[in-house]
């Protein structure tokens, strides 16, 4: 059973659009929402992150927006430029278990066209 | 710092035929993971280990076989590889960080590519 469901699984997106993906969960243990970005032939790398205790985090142009009563959470990218081209990969955990383990959505291919 | 490195790059391998995959990290880090991902189906948790001497199964252990001896290196081993195990191999490690603001950053490696004939 797939435990975080992720949406779209692709994207395109003009060059100053904004880009959203989107992801739901289950289990109401969960309460650390990471998303991991990927560039081709690369390993996946942390971008961003958030804990339930707030509704939003913003770094720069990506920005989580968390809805804590419907078990959901999106990525926005703002002015989506050509070099945010990736799969972007939303995750979620329960930090009070000792095992450590995220669990992934499907991934989402974003492209930014110029 | 390397991070995560794995060896090797890329693979072939015939049907039946036996491999190991290694995966070696430097920031002491006490939890090891291996994941596969494949087209439309994200990242894949294969097995992991949450510290020297152990091993769990993930969600798609079968056909897979892992050992943990020492604590910088994880290695991945397909006995009789099949088809349906060609896929690009990731490698990640992370450290727990307790407390309130506790999170758990995965470090992921640059992966294998592995094809099966």
């Known amino acids: 059973q797939q435990q975080v469901k992720q949406s779209p699984q692709s994207l395109i997106v003009q060059k100053g659009g904004i880009s959203i993906i989107n992801c739901a969960y289950e289990?109401?243990?969960?309460?650390?929402f990471p998303w991991y970005q990927q560039f081709p032939g690369k390993g996946p790398a942390l971008l961003i992150a958030?804990?339930?205790?707030?509704s939003e985090k913003k770094e720069g142009r990506f920005t989580i927006s968390f809805n804590k009563s419907a078990k959901q959470f999106s990525l926005h990218i703002m002015d989506s430029q050509p070099g945010d081209s990736a799969t972007y990969f939303c995750?979620?955990?329960?930090?009070?278990?000792?095992?450590?383990?995220?669990?992934f959505g499907r991934g989402t291919q974003l492209t930014v066209w110029p | 710092n390397a991070g995560v490195t794995q060896t090797p790059k890329f693979r072939v391998l015939k049907t039946g035929q036996s491999m190991t995959l290694l995966c070696a990290q430097d920031?002491?880090?006490?939890?090891m993971y291996w994941y596969r991902q494949d087209p439309g189906m994200g990242l894949r948790l294969i097995h992991y280990?949450?510290?020297?001497?152990?091993?769990a199964k993930g969600e798609v252990p079968d056909g897979y076989n892992v050992s943990r001896l020492k604590k910088q290196n994880f290695l991945l081993g397909l006995e009789s590889a099949a088809p349906s195990q060609t896929s690009v191999y990731f490698c990640?490690?992370?450290?727990?960080?307790?407390?309130?603001?506790?999170?758990?950053?995965?470090?992921f490696g640059p992966g294998t590519r592995l094809t099966v004939l």
């Open positions: 990640a490690s992370s450290n727990l960080v307790g407390g309130a603001s506790s999170y758990n950053e995965q470090f």
């Open positions: 995750a979620a955990s329960d930090r009070g278990s000792t095992l450590g383990r995220l669990y």
């Open positions: 289990n109401t243990a969960f309460d650390y």
């Open positions: 920031m002491n880090h006490e939890y």
């Open positions: 958030i804990r339930p205790d707030v």
């Open positions: 280990s949450v510290g020297e001497g152990t091993t």
